[in-house]
């Protein structure tokens, strides 16, 4: 069962009282309470079909393994999270001209390094004790006129990536994520706008060079083209444009997703869900902005209604801030 119609923040609230949502405002698979699910990254999880043997214990840094229980919600699975500065390269494709998503976006990316919201991720560690950083950059990004046309399977994503890093138009970077963020009039045909509103993943990646690049990135649509599915507020919005700021909001959450599970194996629930899924569609408390619209922080000078994200910290909870 789906439903894709979110018109108010009071609507929200009521639907999260009666069942748990994905990132695009549609319910998600649910998890049973007799036995794990993982993550596909896209905002539910699947049933852990792996061997017993690959189950429980401590699990190491490397990746793979067991399950370490905390007491705060959400478990570690012995995957590698993001150490060091995370680089954000955003991949503008489709028709962006005259659009103000690309100053609201870009700032957004510019100034989550550092704040105090991004430092929720810094309560993630690996399975050597090594802890997130607070550090995330806008290094580049590039722009893709319809490579591959208006219509998009997952493997196209992946395929834009390639192809970026490929061109030379973005660098070769272990630590970075790649951003795939699609104009209105592009669809991504595996469940945008009715499964989702983004996602995220990685792959080993075989690059002209012929070296291997294990790539996270990410799928990140323009809620205009849905925004009684994609956008909390649809009337209005922050910056004046609802689709862009909708999408900073999911940028937010597949941004803190990849970084503490950037391989689906690190950190989430029994249920499958990453910090940010067991947060989706929570806000925190709001204040109103000029234009009248709702916002929750203000990155860079610009506001912002972001959602909230998993603290993995004093018996776990959906914040804004840490501490």
């Known amino acids: 069962m789906k439903t894709t119609i979110i018109t108010s923040l009071s609507a929200i609230a009521i639907c999260l009282m009666l069942t748990s949502y994905a990132e695009a405002g549609v319910i998600r698979s649910p998890g049973g309470a007799d036995r794990d699910y993982v993550p596909t990254g896209k905002g539910w999880g699947v049933p852990d079909l792996s061997p017993p043997a690959q189950k429980g214990g401590k699990g190491g840094g490397g990746g793979g393994g067991g399950r370490k229980t905390t007491s705060n919600g959400i478990n570690y699975h012995g995957g590698p999270v993001m150490l060091g500065t995370t680089n954000i390269y955003y991949i503008w494709y489709g028709d962006w001209s005259n659009n103000t998503a690309i100053p609201i976006l870009n700032n957004l990316a510019a100034s989550l390094g550092g704040s105090l919201y991004f430092n929720i991720n810094t309560t993630y560690y690996d399975g050597n004790n090594n802890y997130v950083s607070n550090a995330v950059a ?186």
Request: one cysteine or more; glycine letters at 10%.
């Open 138 to 323: 806008a290094p580049a990004s590039t722009t893709d006129n319809y490579s591959r046309g208006a219509d998009l399977g997952d493997a196209d994503i992946q395929n834009i990536v390639t192809d970026a890093i490929n061109s030379g138009s973005l660098p070769k970077d272990a630590n970075g994520i790649y951003m795939v963020l699609t104009s209105k009039d592009v669809h991504e045909t595996s469940g945008f706008c009715t499964q989702y509103c983004g996602w995220h993943t990685h792959a080993n990646i075989v690059l002209a060079d012929g070296s291997n690049l294990d790539t996270k990135f990410a799928f990140v649509g323009d809620a205009a083209q849905c925004p009684s599915g994609c956008a909390a507020q649809s009337a209005s919005s922050p910056n004046g444009n609802v689709g862009a700021d909708a999408m900073a909001s999911v940028i937010a959450h597949e941004v803190e997703e990849a970084v503490t599970d950037p391989d689906l194996n690190a950190w989430y629930d029994h249920r499958g869900y990453e910090n940010a899924d067991k947060c989706a569609w929570t806000f925190g408390t709001t204040y109103t902005t000029n234009n009248g619209s709702l916002a929750n922080m203000n990155l860079g000078g610009m506001d912002y209604l972001i959602q909230q994200n998993w603290e993995n910290a004093n018996g776990g909870n959906c914040v804004l801030s840490y501490p």
